[in-house]
């Protein structure tokens, strides 16, 4: 048993690669055992390869506009475990954190759960004992064999995108990917998709019409320029510069009409007004922009919103070995006025070098990369350190406290 939640987070962050000889279907009948807590409240269910923690947020904020209540449980953690698992964007407290923790730390030892699947329970748990009026669950990694998809009745699943990303999980094609993605889809429960390539799109009918799921698609939207657009003669204003936030938005204002939310009332736009999701194009100081970009398709998102960042741009980037981190720095290259390819102390970390391409500036330690940055760019231009949520949270923690 712990004594602090300090004890509890390093056990459960210790189990990140459990031996797992136990399967998906096993996790579930380990939450039958206690009564599948997972299904003690109304839930929303969201996948795909970018966006997912975004939309899930979006569609929280909408949420709170109609209940009093409403759980989010997100991945990875930008902080401390803590801020997986919120009720009304308030993380779960270190005290109730530690007593699930301790209350089911032998389940946990004798089924050898992973870290990911110890949050997950506590998740359900906490969501049931505080009586939330509606959850809304991000997807770790696919679909199918994720965790979160213990969900046994969701009132909505959704799908925000496909891409290339966790290919030694998910397979080599765009099918293949929509295929895991589209496992979370249920017998007769609407599902909404976002903008998807046309192969993933056809799976996903598929799969759809085999369990005879309505699909609907997001709304269209007319681009009113930085941080506007324009649904169904309504005008919406974001808290971000961030262009693909415009597509997150637009779908999470599908799903949540379909959820019985007017998403022509003021109190609607005042929830997309003043949403923001933290890593994510946030702006952590007057000329700092940190994103959490981390694959070829979110790095292609976020240049797409350097038009409207005061040049010089420098962009502090690495990320992990199973990503296409040399294509991402050529990207972000182009772009940029100036790259610096860092690195970060992770087992799973690229190294400066296999990241970078001849042109680029190699600098190992990011804090130092950061100073430099600071000279470059001086008081005219801004800095976007992207590439690893991992580094993200890192930078983060350093420019709040600096």
């Not at 954190?97 to 506590?122: P, S």
């Not at 891409?163 to 998910?170: A, I, K």
């Not at 657009?229 to 379909?258: G, P, R």
């Not at 690195?343 to 990369?369: G, P, Y």
Request: glycine content about 4%; some cysteine.
């Amino acid at each position: 048993m712990f004594k602090t939640y300090q004890e509890a987070e390093q056990f459960v962050i210790t189990r990140r690669r459990s031996t797992r000889k136990h399967s998906f279907q096993d996790f579930c009948v380990l939450l039958e055992r206690l009564g599948n807590p997972q299904d003690c409240f109304p839930s929303v269910h969201v996948a795909g390869t970018n966006g997912k923690g975004s939309t899930s947020n979006y569609i929280s904020d909408l949420l709170r506009t109609k209940y009093k209540k409403v759980g989010l449980f997100t991945s990875p953690h930008l902080m401390n475990h803590r801020d997986r698992i919120r009720i009304n964007d308030e993380w779960i407290k270190e005290e109730d954190y530690l007593k699930y923790i301790n209350e089911n730390y032998d389940l946990i030892v004798e089924n050898d759960l992973a870290m990911f699947e110890i949050v997950t329970l506590i998740s359900a748990l906490y969501f049931k004992d505080q009586k939330v009026d509606y959850a809304v669950y991000e997807v770790g990694i696919g679909g199918r064999k994720d965790p979160t998809n213990a969900l046994h009745h969701p009132s909505m699943t959704i799908i925000t995108s496909i891409g290339y990303d966790h290919m030694q999980f998910l397979g080599d094609t765009l099918e293949d990917i929509a295929r895991e993605k589209a496992g979370i889809i249920k017998e007769d429960i609407p599902i909404v998709v976002g903008n998807l390539p046309e192969v993933a799109l056809k799976e996903i009918e598929k799969i759809a019409n085999e369990k005879k799921a309505p699909l609907y698609h997001s709304y269209s939207y007319q681009d009113l320029g930085e941080r506007k657009i324009e649904i169904e003669d309504t005008i919406f204003t974001l808290s971000t510069s961030a262009s693909y936030q415009k597509n997150n938005v637009a779908l999470a204002l599908k799903a949540a009409s379909l959820l019985g939310i007017d998403c022509k009332k003021e109190e609607t736009k005042n929830a997309i007004l003043h949403s923001l999701w933290q890593g994510r194009f946030e702006q952590i100081k007057e000329n700092v922009i940190i994103d959490g970009a981390h694959n070829e398709e979110g790095i292609q998102a976020l240049v797409h919103s350097f038009c409207y960042l005061e040049r010089p741009i420098v962009v502090i980037f690495t990320a992990l070995k199973d990503k296409r981190g040399k294509e991402m720095a050529k990207v972000l290259r182009e772009h940029a006025d100036y790259l610096i390819v860092t690195e970060i102390e992770n087992v799973r970390a690229s190294s400066a070098n296999d990241l970078s391409w001849k042109e680029d500036e190699i600098i190992t330690d990011w804090k130092e990369a950061y100073q430099i940055a600071k000279e470059y760019v001086k008081e005219k231009g801004t800095i976007v350190i992207s590439g690893s949520l991992y580094l993200i949270s890192e930078v983060r923690s350093y420019l709040l406290e600096e």
